[in-house]
């Protein structure tokens, strides 16, 4: 195949990715649904709780083995079957709810979705890194940014099916739309020519190429790795708990500056506000990536941490709701960054050469904050906030004192 349909083919593939991660996205918008539930079945806020927090601990796991199976099956197998385990998934979801069964919710929506999910998650970053490396930066940004974005449809959408048709109703309906719209997206999946470059692009001396990329077993032994996921987990702790109780927390602020408002036009305004902080986690993905590519990973990192743990301090305090939505919306943006601007840190850092295990493995960070973060935020509510300060604060510390790992060879 002549470069020039390389070129072609790897942005089709890059549009085939940004489809399939606005689908696996509207995960974010969990908290729609979480009101409902309760009031339908009786279950308490944690139980509901549980399932973002199931889900996202499966979704790190079932990334980190999927970007495994893609160093040696290949990215289509791999999506494919992410996309009909997270449709199989939504869809047992609704099920659950039609009979009334957490238990069977936690492993519908929690553990068979949220393998789909990460299965379908790690694929197109892989891919799309060894596809671009001229535009990495801007590349996951923009296939992350659909993930990003997902949970705006969902969050516009879902609350008026809710009303209208239920919550198992929607669920079978979106089931059925992951089912074909994942799958179908994966088959445009595959990884380029090996030793293929874009014409005319010299690779940076300030990265690691293809040829000296470390393996996994061989990045994992760097401190430089485990500081990675840790800045990873911190950022993704402190915004996983924010989108798990963003809609709660955005209704008792517009409660209180609109006294008599009703409990469904509060559902909807609640839903609005997640939808529209949900459109800047996918803004914010591509935005600070594509800066990266010009200020650096690291200072990406340095200028968000920081700016975050203020706004965390703040946001306590804020009773309009015009800014409680502006600053979510920053948040989020903050949050997406992080997820957009990992890839390619990690591959300018080891390399793409062994990128999907390398990168995959440290997305079991995005699982151990799947579950911290929404605990945290779930049990002490009125704290919440500023422990994820000072997660941030954390994670300022660790990125300012992060240096390039030693070439292979040298001492670690």
């Given at each position: 195949?002549?470069?020039?349909?390389?070129?072609?083919?790897?942005?089709?593939?890059?549009?085939?990715?940004i489809v399939m991660q606005l689908c696996l996205g509207t995960v974010y918008a969990w908290s729609v649904f979480k009101l409902p539930l309760m009031k339908a079945h009786g279950w308490s806020d944690f139980s509901v709780s549980a399932t973002m927090m199931i889900l996202m601990a499966v979704i790190g796991v079932s990334a980190a083995f999927g970007g495994t199976l893609v160093d040696k099956k290949g990215p289509r197998f791999v999506a494919t079957i992410g996309g009909i385990l997270f449709g199989s998934g939504v869809l047992l979801a609704g099920f659950a709810d039609q009979i009334g069964n957490i238990y069977l919710l936690?492993?519908?929506?929690?553990?068979?979705?949220?393998?789909?999910?990460?299965?379908?998650?790690?694929?197109?970053?892989?891919?799309?890194?060894?596809?671009?490396?001229?535009?990495r930066g801007l590349i996951t940004g923009l296939a992350v940014m659909g993930f990003g974005a997902g949970a705006f449809f969902m969050g516009k959408i879902a609350p008026g099916m809710v009303n209208d048709m239920g919550v198992a109703n929607t669920f079978y309906i979106w089931g059925v739309i992951f089912l074909v719209v994942v799958t179908g997206s994966a088959q445009f999946y595959k990884n380029p020519p090996k030793g293929w470059l874009p014409a005319g692009f010299v690779p940076s001396t300030t990265t690691v190429s293809a040829a000296d990329s470390f393996t996994f077993d061989e990045a994992v032994k760097r401190p430089q790795w485990w500081m990675l996921w840790g800045m990873l987990f911190l950022n993704v702790a402190a915004g996983l708990g924010l989108i798990s109780q963003l809609s709660p927390l955005a209704q008792v602020v517009v409660?209180?500056?609109?006294?008599?408002?009703?409990?469904?036009?509060?559902?909807?305004?609640?839903?609005?506000?997640?939808?529209?902080?949900?459109?800047?986690?996918?803004?914010?993905?591509?935005f600070w990536a594509s800066l990266s590519d010009k200020i650096g990973r690291k200072m990406v990192f340095i200028v968000m941490f920081i700016s975050q743990a203020a706004l965390y301090v703040v946001l306590p305090q804020i009773g309009n709701v015009m800014l409680f939505t502006v600053i979510a919306c920053y948040l989020l943006a903050c949050y997406g960054g992080g997820f957009a601007t990992m890839p390619p840190f990690?591959?300018?850092?080891?390399g793409p050469g062994y990128i999907g295990k390398v990168y995959g493995m440290m997305l079991t960070a995005w699982a151990c904050a799947g579950v911290v973060g929404p605990f945290v935020f779930s049990k002490i509510p009125g704290m919440a906030l500023y422990v994820a300060a000072g997660l941030l604060i954390g994670?300022?510390?660790?990125?300012?004192?992060?240096?390039?790992?030693?070439?292979?060879?040298a001492k670690a």
């Open positions: 195949m002549s470069n020039e349909n390389l070129e072609s083919k790897r942005w089709l593939i890059a549009g085939a990715a936690y492993l519908g929506f929690g553990v068979i979705g949220g393998l789909g999910n990460g299965f379908g998650y790690v694929t197109p970053i892989a891919t799309l890194i060894r596809w671009f490396p001229d535009k409660k209180n500056a609109t006294p008599g408002i009703s409990p469904a036009e509060l559902a909807v305004q609640g839903g609005t506000i997640l939808a529209v902080a949900s459109i800047f986690n996918g803004l914010g993905r591509l990690t591959a300018d850092s080891f994670g300022f510390v660790i990125a300012l004192s992060f240096t390039r790992p030693a070439p292979k060879g």
